[in-house]
């Protein structure tokens, strides 16, 4: 099946930092990804569309000037959580769409942010 | 606005039995339907997706039905196992775009 990786799987950071997290489609190309977040025992919420080659488009209420989304291949798109808050802490997860196959989402593993 | 509802929230059954997680949507336009599995801090794994226009979908012990018009769907797993415990989350794809929609999730635990 299509893989997508993220990178860090983890990370901690102080408040007011920014912390970058890439996601990877590893065997297909990817025009389209998306980004998500999870809170604890909660379900994932759709943040924003990475679109490669354009802006992003992001779902209501998400901040664009402190989720900044960069998709500039094919295969890579970089969500950047600018000067992080503890209430910023929380599960972020990307996907992409495999269009060949039903477009069927495939996901990446997930990173864990924690803003001390 | 598309509202994705998983029943139960949490369930619990021995090793052995066979089991059905429910999800129900409340607009019916959708162009297809995931179910997902998801262990403790970690990503998805796509287990089944069902086009709008099919009935069901099987993989190995797990089976997927969609009722579209009633805004349904059920994963049915049969021979539970340990390795089975997760939290099963299904997605329903509506509109442009290729948004998902998630569900609230059904955590299951499969006891010895």
């Not at chain 2, 086009?51 to 797990?62: D, I, M």
């Amino acid at each position: 099946g299509a893989v997508v990786s993220q990178h860090p799987s983890w990370v901690i950071c102080k408040s007011g930092t920014s912390v970058k997290i890439e996601c990877r489609s590893l065997d297909f190309q990817a025009t389209t990804m998306f980004w998500y977040r999870q809170f604890p025992k909660q379900s994932l919420m759709l943040m924003a569309t990475s679109n490669e080659g354009s802006k992003a488009t992001y779902e209501q209420g998400v901040e664009k000037d402190k989720f900044l989304i960069n998709h500039a291949s094919l295969t890579l798109s970089t969500l950047t959580v600018t000067s992080a808050h503890p209430e910023d802490s929380s599960f972020y997860i990307c996907s992409a769409p495999l269009g060949t196959r039903d477009n069927e989402q495939f996901f990446g593993p997930g990173t864990r942010l924690t803003v001390l | 606005k598309q509202e994705v509802t998983q029943i139960p929230a949490a369930l619990s059954v021995p090793e052995g039995e066979n089991l059905v997680l429910n999800c129900s949507f409340t607009d019916s336009a959708i162009y297809n339907l995931q179910w997902f599995r998801q262990d403790p801090g970690k990503g998805l794994t796509s287990l089944l997706l069902i086009q709008s226009s099919q009935r069901e979908q099987t993989s190995g012990r797990l089976n997927a039905s969609l009722d579209k018009s009633s805004g349904r769907s059920t994963l049915y797993i049969a021979a539970s196992q340990p390795g089975d415990s997760a939290t099963y989350l299904c997605a329903v794809l509506t509109g442009g775009g290729n948004k998902l929609t998630f569900g609230t999730g059904t955590q299951l635990k499969v006891e010895l």
